[in-house]
């Protein structure tokens, strides 16, 4: 757990990247955990090695992208936005203690040249940019919002739900917006995203940090 917190304050997003393969043991451990989270979740998640087409053209040189060679394809089914995060962010962490870098990518790559296979009914949805970065990013940016505009309670807050707020703070979210809530009764907690681009898939990401840094065992979902 100290391990993944950790992560969780070191990892920075990372746009530029050496152009260095992921050798062979952090590949395998990679493609291990995307067929675990497949497995899980229903998802269609593919690790693309090698693969620098989708990071070649005018809008990953708008996004500042240089030397994307490796990324994660997330493809899911309408409806799956929240696994999608939830899943997604665990890939994050993982490659952040094989000390690689990452970004999540909502736009600013040429969808159409990433070679991911599709079943009927499900979408490319997002991608992570993997692998050595150039730096190790910029430390997060200092939040506007106190951690306790972001959850709603009654009565004292137990240390493991301020622990889980704390981590939750540090998720990735679109455009920094960091739009979503808390709920916190007895010891069951619900979640929820508040309108805005690709809150869906924050909340994931959110209910990630939340969960790791909560422990599953002190507290149920709503």
């Known amino acids: 757990m100290t391990d993944l917190l950790q992560a969780m304050k ?16 952090k590949a395998a451990l990679l493609y291990k955990a995307v067929q675990e989270s497949n497995r899980e979740s229903g998802l269609h998640i593919q690790l693309m090695l090698n693969e620098p087409k989708a990071f070649s053209g005018r809008l990953a040189r708008y996004g500042s992208f240089h030397n994307v060679n490796s990324y994660f394809a997330i493809v899911a089914k309408d409806g799956m936005e929240e696994a999608v995060g939830y899943y997604g962010e665990k890939l994050v962490l993982l490659a952040q ?19 991911c296979e ?3 009914g499900e979408k490319l949805r997002i991608v992570i940019a993997v692998g050595y970065g150039e730096t190790q990013g910029v430390p997060h940016k200092e939040k506007d919002r106190l951690i306790t505009d972001m959850y709603r309670t009654q009565g ?25 809530r808390f709920y916190l009764r ?3 907690v619900r ?9 869906k898939i924050d909340l994931g990401i959110v209910k990630c940090h ?5 422990g599953k065992e002190n507290f149920s979902w709503v």
């Open 191 to 199: 979640a929820k995203a508040l309108p805005g681009p690709y809150t």
């Open 118 to 120: 599709c079943a009927p």
């Open 186 to 188: 007895g010891n069951t």
């Open 97 to 115: 203690r094989l000390r690689l870098n990452t970004c999540w990518v909502a736009v600013t790559y040429s969808r159409r040249k990433v070679p």
């Open 10 to 25: 070191d990892r920075h997003s990372v746009r530029s990247y050496l152009i260095r393969p992921i050798e062979g043991t």
């Open 210 to 214: 939340f969960e790791l840094a909560a």
């Open 156 to 180: 004292d807050i137990p240390d493991w739900f301020r622990v889980g707020m704390e981590a939750a703070m540090l998720a990735p979210t679109a455009l920094n917006q960091q739009k979503f």
